[in-house]
């Protein structure tokens, strides 16, 4: 564990020297030419932090699209509205109410860093991996990370779920 919490600090150090508005716009522009999220009708994206990947441009997009809301232990899927309020974690969340997350065809997935087997580094929580491993098998998912940010390869334990595809500048 000790080396996910030095890779954790590594990564977010590495994040803030970067153009991330730049690298946001990069990245939108190839999860647009995805084939999975170009076939994908509901899609759940993430909401950023700062010196976060920022992928809101995808609002735009003809999509039906969810934020995550953690409740205790796990996230629920809340469409998206302009109605958010910060959660503890200083996070955005929707005040909508949730729906199944059976819904969803595709869930973009945040991550401190990424590496070359699927795996991703994120921020500590288990929030995604638990979602994934309970929900995972009704949806594809994506992780969108720098390319100064995907690697060889990062610890995994147990738990660790891979995702589908990763896209990276």
């Given at each position: 564990m000790t080396d996910k919490?030095?890779?954790?600090?590594?990564?977010?150090?590495?994040?803030?020297?970067?153009?991330?508005?730049?690298?946001?716009?990069?990245?939108v522009d190839l999860i647009r030419k995805n084939k999975v999220y170009c076939e994908s009708k509901n899609v759940m994206i993430f909401y950023p932090t700062e010196f976060e990947v920022d992928l809101r441009e995808l609002?735009?997009?003809?999509?039906?699209?969810?934020?995550?809301?953690v409740d205790g232990e796990e996230l629920l899927v809340c469409p998206y509205a302009n109605d958010l309020q910060k959660s503890h974690f200083g996070i955005y969340e929707p005040c909508s109410k949730p729906v199944n997350a059976v819904t969803l065809?595709?869930?973009?997935v945040p991550a401190l860093m990424c590496d070359k087997r699927g795996y991703r580094l994120g921020y500590g929580g288990g929030f995604y991996d638990r979602f994934i491993n309970k929900y995972g098998q009704n949806f594809k998912t994506l992780c969108p990370v720098p390319k100064e940010l995907f690697v060889e390869n990062l610890p995994v334990d147990k738990f660790d779920k891979k995702v589908d595809f990763i896209i990276t500048t």
């Open positions: 919490i030095e890779l954790r600090k590594k990564a977010k150090n590495i994040r803030k020297n970067l153009p991330m508005k730049e690298i946001s716009g990069q990245l609002f735009n997009d003809n999509k039906k699209f969810y934020l995550p809301k065809d595709l869930v973009i």
